[in-house]
Every structure is written in C-alpha cells, then in structure tokens.
C-alpha cells in the first residue's frame, strides 16, 4: 500500500480551440455566417495573433460564454477521495471516476498529507492505520466471498476504505467552467491538495491555450485585491477593505 504521487495528463482538447472560440465570439459581432470564415482561420490564413488578441479583449470585457465551446479532458490519478469529492462539487463539468465497487482494493494506494508526513509520530500512526483499514478491507471482503457474495464483496467491503484512499478520474470542463474551477480551487482557501492539482491543470491550460489562461488563476491574481472576507485572507495581495481604508 505504498503513498501515490499526484499525476494530471491532458488527455484532449477540443481541437482548433483557439479559432472555435474566436468564430463565436465573431458570430455576435458579425452581420456574416461565421462558418464562411471558418476554413480560413483553421488554416491560420487569419492571424492567430490577432485572433488571440480580439479573444482576450472579448473576454476582458466580461462576455465570456463564447470561452465554453472548448473544453479540456485530465486524467488525474494520485488524489484521495477526500479530494474527489471536493472536485466533483464542480457541476459544470464531466466526471468518469474509478469504482469502489468493482475495483479491488485490496493493495489500495492512498495520499500522504505533508503535515502528518512531516511529523515521524503522526505519519507513522497514519501508516499503521492504512495497513489495518488494508488488512480490515481484505479480511470482510474475504468472508463476504465465502459467504457467496462474489463479485459484490467489493462493494461491502469498501465500506472500510478511508478518504486518504488514492482514485483516479477523468475530468472535462470547457474553459468558462475551468476559469470558475481555477479562482476557487487555485486560491489559499482551497484544501493544499485540490489545489495542488487545480495548479498542475492551469500550468495545462495556459500552455495548450493561453490566450484564455494566460492571467488565469485565483481571483486575487486577475483582481489585484483579495475578495475573501478578512479573516479568511492569506495575506498575499490586500482586501477590499484594506484598499478602502487605505484610500485606493
Ligand atoms: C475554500 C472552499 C471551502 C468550501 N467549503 C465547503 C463546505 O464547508 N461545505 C460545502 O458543502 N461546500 C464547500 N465548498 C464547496 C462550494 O460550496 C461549491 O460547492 C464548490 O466550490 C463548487 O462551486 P460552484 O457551485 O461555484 O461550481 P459549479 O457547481 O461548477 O457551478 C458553477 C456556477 O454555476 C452556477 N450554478 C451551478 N449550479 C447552480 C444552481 N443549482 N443554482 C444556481 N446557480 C448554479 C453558479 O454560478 C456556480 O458558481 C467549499 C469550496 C471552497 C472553494
């Protein structure tokens, strides 16, 4: 039952992002069919720079529902349950998570908190406990087996399994969706490890596309002030209040 390490891979994107987003947002703006134009743009016959630029200042001005007809599709393995569930509060996204009831879990790898990790006394209670809740997991999954249960001992037996328990998901969210994931999930608000993978998606998502993702981040980062209520603000960049009692 070793610690899984976090691991998020593009596993597609819808293609032509750039120029599908930039046809939509002509199409508000444009008394033609924007599909006339299409294979020029595709075949960058259109300058992409200049396609990224109208995109940006589009999107600056607040009319962003253009950005959904791309999406971006993780893997993401090396996250525990705890964290999945965190992830899937997301509605406005797509989820295709490993099952608990047809998995076998009896070498389950599960996700190490740096904290306890960090404390010999801590982690080594936690890694005592993950080998009971192994052993535990095994054991009833064993005398369900025996008692006929077959192929539904798992689902039984899992009842046991911890939120440190690691999973593996596959996540799609178009780009209006990702730029809402990323204000509150990149944030110092957010739990250390959904955070961890919101970051590992953005550095994703402003490479592949970043004309959209270029200043994405948590929302202090494209505000230039923090939103959070004082007591929940990590310092980093000023509050509103603060800003306001300052007179700025
Ligand atoms: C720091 C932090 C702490 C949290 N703590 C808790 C907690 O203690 N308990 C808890 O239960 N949750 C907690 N959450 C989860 C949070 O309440 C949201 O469920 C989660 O962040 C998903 O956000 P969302 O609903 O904006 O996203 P999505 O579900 O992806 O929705 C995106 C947007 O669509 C709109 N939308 C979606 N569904 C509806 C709807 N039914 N009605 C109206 N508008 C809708 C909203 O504008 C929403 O912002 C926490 C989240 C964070 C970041």
Redesign the pocket.
Known sequence: MPVAPLKVELLAITPNALSLIYAAFRQCYHAGFVADMWPRLVAGEADRDAQADFVRKVLESGHDSPVEHASFSFAVAGISRACSHQLV?????SYSQQSQRYVDASNMDYVLPPAIAQIPEARQRFEAFMTEVGSAYRDIKAILEADGRGDKAKEDARFVLPQAAETRIVVTMNCR?LL?FFS??CCN??QWEIRAMADAMLDICKRELPAIFASAGARCETLGYCPEAEHFACGKYPTLKQLLAAGK
């Open positions: 509060r997301h509605r406005v996204a969706a809402h509150l999930r608000r957010a």
